[in-house]
């Protein structure tokens, strides 16, 4: 049986539940770290998985595997992929793959540098001047309508069925997101930055400079995703227009001859260099962006 005892303020406290001494802070219960036993999981993605970019690829390879080895998989329609890693080998030591890979590098490599550059361009013009949002963005989202690839039969009168052809439809589709995203950071900065640049009266190059493009960064970064992939989506259609060179060339010389084989491999290149070029952006927005805490830390 517990005794009653009374406090300074006369109010009753059982003796089995005594105040905490004095100098000592008391915690609620609800604020308390709980115990070992019933940790709480962090919410969010979890931990980052090791080499995580390369298992869904490789279990995609395990189910093409099986089902070629299983006979669920017509061979004639499409290879296994030792079939397509022999004739991999084969283009490698007849020296054709590097040679046509080398040209389509080239080639995706000038679009990209054009394309990143007109929308980076046009991207700060519109997002700092609303005169020139108003000229700049309507043109912009009426292309953004309009496919790049259904504008072959057009660039093809205006220049031709050679390099510069291939060149400014790859430049047409990677413009765009590059200035969609861009533009989007441009105008989401928050406006206080703005304000403090007035107070300290930082000069207009030099708010540019510390305030909107690392403000624009994250919008730019994700442009340049989309970008990446979408060289590549257009270079495989241009490289098929009368091409003498190209993974895309080598590709319809494969079907001309029923070479299913050839034509799964360039379709592996294709694939493979998209997957490293976004890996090689997701890299760069790593590193640049490692002051900002977000999940996918």
Same mark, same amino acid.
């Given at each position: 049986?517990?005794?009653?005892?009374?406090?300074?303020?006369? /109010?009753?406290?059982?003796?089995?539940?005594?105040?905490?001494?004095?100098?000592?802070?008391?915690?609620?219960?609800?604020?308390?770290?709980?115990?070992?036993?019933?940790?709480?999981?962090?919410?969010?993605?979890?931990?980052?998985?090791?080499?995580?970019?390369?298992?869904?690829?490789?279990?995609?390879?395990?189910?093409? =595997?099986?089902?070629?080895a /299983?006979?669920?998989?017509?061979?004639?329609?499409?290879?296994?992929?030792?079939?397509? =890693?022999?004739?991999?080998?084969?283009?490698?030591?007849?020296?054709? !793959?590097?040679?046509?890979?080398?040209?389509?590098?080239?080639? =995706?490599?000038?679009?990209?540098?054009?394309?990143?550059?007109?929308?980076l361009?046009?991207?700060?013009?519109?997002?700092?001047?609303? !005169?020139?949002?108003?000229?700049?963005?309507?043109?912009?989202?009426?292309?953004?309508?309009?496919? /790049?690839?259904?504008?072959?039969?057009?660039?093809?009168?205006?220049?031709g069925?050679?390099?510069?052809?291939?060149?400014?439809?790859?430049?047409?589709?990677?413009?765009?997101?590059?200035?969609?995203?861009t533009?989007?950071? !441009?105008r989401?900065?928050?406006?206080?930055?703005?304000?403090?640049?007035?107070?300290?009266?930082?000069?207009?190059?030099?708010?540019?400079?510390?305030?909107?493009?690392?403000?624009?960064?994250?919008?730019?970064?994700?442009?340049?995703?989309?970008?990446?992939t979408?060289?590549w989506?257009?270079?495989?259609?241009?490289?098929?227009?009368?091409?003498?060179?190209?993974?895309?060339?080598?590709?319809?010389?494969?079907?001309?001859?029923?070479?299913?084989?050839?034509?799964?491999?360039?379709?592996?290149?294709y694939?493979f260099l998209?997957?490293?070029?976004?890996?090689?952006?997701?890299?760069?927005?790593r590193?640049?962006?490692?002051?900002?805490?977000?999940?996918?830390?």
């Amino acid at each position: 049986m517990s005794t009653t005892v009374f406090d300074e303020q006369t /109010s009753p406290v059982t003796a089995d539940k005594q105040p905490p001494p004095a100098g000592e802070r008391t915690v609620p219960s609800a604020l308390r770290r709980p115990s070992r036993h019933r940790t709480r999981k962090r919410l969010g993605p979890g931990r980052p998985v090791p080499y995580g970019w390369a298992l869904g690829p490789l279990l995609l390879l395990a189910v093409w =595997a099986t089902g070629s080895a /299983s006979g669920l998989v017509d061979a004639r329609a499409l290879p296994a992929p030792w079939t397509i =890693a022999t004739a991999a080998g084969d283009l490698i030591a007849d020296g054709r !793959l590097q040679s046509h890979l080398a040209t389509s590098a080239q080639r =995706a490599l000038l679009g990209l540098v054009f394309g990143v550059a007109t929308g980076l361009l046009l991207a700060v013009v519109s997002g700092l001047s609303r !005169l020139g949002e108003a000229l700049i963005d309507g043109p912009v989202q009426i292309k953004r309508a309009v496919p /790049s690839l259904a504008l072959i039969p057009l660039l093809i009168l205006w220049f031709g069925i050679g390099e510069t052809m291939k060149v400014v439809t790859i430049a047409l589709g990677v413009f765009v997101p590059v200035y969609i995203h861009t533009h989007n950071g !441009l105008r989401t900065i928050d406006n206080r930055y703005a304000e403090l640049a007035e107070t300290v009266r930082l000069s207009r190059l030099r708010f540019v400079r510390h305030v909107v493009l690392p403000g624009a960064l994250p919008g730019f970064l994700l442009g340049m995703r989309f970008a990446v992939t979408t060289a590549w989506l257009a270079l495989v259609v241009v490289e098929q227009v009368n091409a003498t060179s190209g993974i895309g060339y080598m590709m319809e010389l494969a079907r001309t001859y029923g070479q299913t084989d050839v034509i799964i491999v360039g379709l592996v290149v294709y694939g493979f260099l998209g997957l490293f070029s976004d890996a090689l952006v997701r890299l760069v927005e790593r590193r640049s962006l490692s002051w900002r805490r977000t999940l996918a830390d």
